[in-house]
């Protein structure tokens, strides 16, 4: 699988992060507007704005969606995507001007490297300053720069996870997706059940296999909510946002085959399915929900196979000899 979100007409990506202090931001950009729902299935969720992609809401449209490190913290980037959007006077009108409509989510990376850093305003506007059509880099950046993933035994034998994104197409249709996978489960190839990253047993790089771990009643005190996938899936093809709550809801599919535990109450699990419209095509739901699952699960697998680890930290790619297949 190859592509990325940005061959969807409509949609621009933008990064922006601090590799050392470990965090970042980012920000998608749909400069001519765009429909979208949300489903939340993950029970830690931290989100600002994102009811108005829940019910009915009178802006009708989203302008940028904003992904995020520094938990509630990094809430704070999207005033700077705002400020972006409002200096090129893209927003809802109103008569006192226009007011862009940016959902956000974020995820707890506090724990990587340097808990006091987290995105601000500055760092949202840049990312929005670098948003293009072109492919976005992958792996260790954005709001995936402190994501990890296979918490179930602790940050000490976690892996690295990142930011993946990819495209599907099929009966003249495509359909991109992007994931910033900072899963509590471990991540598992769907396609063969192989075991990419997530919970190591102790003093090796062996997959511990977390599901396994609590299918035999392993329990993990305290359990602390420090983990979420923000996926989001986009069509260029003209979908009503009654249609795009079926897609998200349909798409959670991907998260469910490439993360092992997922939806736990430990995780903010949050995917937005979006339509740019920019086809000009009426879309087809069932149609946009097959591929956009199957970019997601590729998404997924690409957050996490480009990722950059540390020391303490390793990452899929660094691992010799890594593999395992998941129970």
Not at 144 to 152: D, L, S
Not at 188 to 217: K, M, Y
Not at 284 to 309: F, H, M, P
Request: proline share 6%.
């Amino acid at each position: 699988m190859a592509g990325s979100i940005t061959d969807v007409p409509g949609v621009l990506v933008g990064h922006a992060h601090d590799a050392v202090r470990g965090s970042g931001v980012t920000v998608l950009l749909f400069p001519d507007g765009a429909v979208g729902a949300a489903d939340i299935r993950g029970e830690a969720a931290g989100t600002r704005q994102m009811d108005s992609l829940l019910r009915p809401h009178p802006a009708r449209q989203l302008h940028a969606l904003v992904l995020a490190g520094g938990s509630a913290f990094g809430m704070d980037a999207a005033s700077g995507i705002l400020r972006f959007l409002e200096e090129r006077n893209i927003g809802f009108p109103t008569p006192s001007g226009v007011v862009p409509i940016a959902p956000t989510a974020v995820i707890y990376d506090l724990g990587y490297a340097d808990a006091a850093f987290r995105p601000g305003p500055e760092m949202g506007y840049e990312a929005a300053r670098n948003a293009s059509a072109l492919p976005p880099r992958r792996g260790s950046v954005g709001a995936g720069t402190g994501a990890t993933v296979g918490k179930a035994l602790g940050i000490r034998r976690a892996m690295k996870g990142g930011f993946g994104d990819a495209s599907e197409g099929g009966g003249g249709a495509v359909v991109g997706a992007c994931a910033v996978v900072n899963a509590f489960g471990d991540v598992v190839d769907p396609a063969t059940g192989e075991w990419v990253a997530g919970a190591r047993v102790e003093g090796s790089d062996a997959p511990a296999d977390a599901e396994a771990l609590f299918r035999e009643g392993f329990r993990r005190e305290p359990f602390s909510q420090e983990n979420t996938t923000l996926a989001v899936v986009a069509t260029a093809d003209l979908l009503s946002r009654e249609e795009l709550f079926t897609v998200a809801r349909m798409a959670h599919a991907a998260l469910c085959r490439a993360i092992r535990p997922v939806h736990t109450p430990m995780d903010g699990d949050v995917l937005v399915a979006v339509s740019t419209g920019r086809s000009g095509r009426k879309g087809n739901a069932l149609q946009t929900a097959a591929l956009g699952t199957r970019a997601l699960e590729a998404s997924i697998l690409d957050g996490v196979r480009s990722a950059k680890g540390t020391s303490a930290v390793p990452a899929a790619a660094e691992l010799p000899g890594r593999g395992g297949k998941a129970t």
